[in-house]
């Protein structure tokens, strides 16, 4: 069975400094993986996703994430936080079907 | 483009009473979802939908009903609403394939007193 484990229920961070978001995925198949951040009130949005291309994922708002088959993770990184940045993000699994299966999330917040 | 619609956004329901909540995709896709998130416990799934037609149960979909009405809508009913149902729920498309990008609409806020 598929499961993802995002350490960390909450993050903060400094306006400026490294953003990291651990992802650490179990799956009997090559699995794709997705990062999707949920902004207040809101439903979840994509920032990226890995579907067996590059590695390493760019995708919105400067935010890119590295698939790493030996330590089965795809931690989501950007270099320097902005207030805006300040949500929630899960990362997610899915094998050859159609269901994707969610981490418990991540708050990240941002201080100026 | 509206995406993914549902409604209502936010809903009190007595315990044991029912209720659907209502969804609706404009983007052709296939496969639809209910999820339902509360603290702590992301989104788990509570039943999707690949085709027009069929459905299927997820992790959570005990005290829940789906109905696939066609290919742009996708149901959630509430037989006889509980406390432990209090939640956000979140209806979603996508296309068939599993490495294609989820929509997700922008929540339904529901409370069981």
């Known amino acids: 069975a598929q499961s993802v484990t995002q350490l960390g229920s909450h993050v903060s961070v400094s306006e400026g400094a490294l953003v990291l978001l651990r992802c650490n995925y179990s799956s009997s198949v090559p699995p794709y993986l997705f990062w999707y951040v949920q902004y207040p009130n809101q439903g979840l949005q994509l920032l990226l996703k890995y579907t067996s291309a590059a590695t390493l994922v760019k995708g919105i708002n400067g935010f890119e994430a590295e698939f790493k088959k030996s330590e089965t993770s795809f931690h989501l990184t950007k270099p320097s936080a902005h207030m805006s940045d300040a949500a929630e993000y899960f990362c997610a699994v899915s094998d050859q079907t159609d269901k994707l299966i969610f981490g418990t999330g991540t708050r990240l917040q941002v201080f100026p | 483009n509206a995406g993914v619609t549902q409604t209502p956004k936010f809903q009190v329901l007595k315990t044991g009473q029912s209720m659907t909540l209502q969804c609706a995709q404009d983007m052709n896709h296939n496969s639809m979802y209910w999820y339902r998130q509360d603290p702590g416990m992301g989104l788990r799934l509570i039943y999707y939908s690949a085709s027009e037609g069929t459905t299927d149960k997820g992790e959570v979909p005990n005290g829940y009903n789906v109905s696939r009405l066609n290919k742009r809508e996708f149901s959630l009913r509430l037989e006889s609403a509980a406390p432990s149902q209090t939640s956000v729920y979140f209806c979603?498309?996508?296309?068939?394939?599993?490495?294609?990008?989820?929509?997700f609409g922008e929540g339904s806020w529901l409370t069981v007193v």
């Open positions: 979603a498309s996508s296309e068939v394939h599993s490495g294609n990008t989820i929509y």
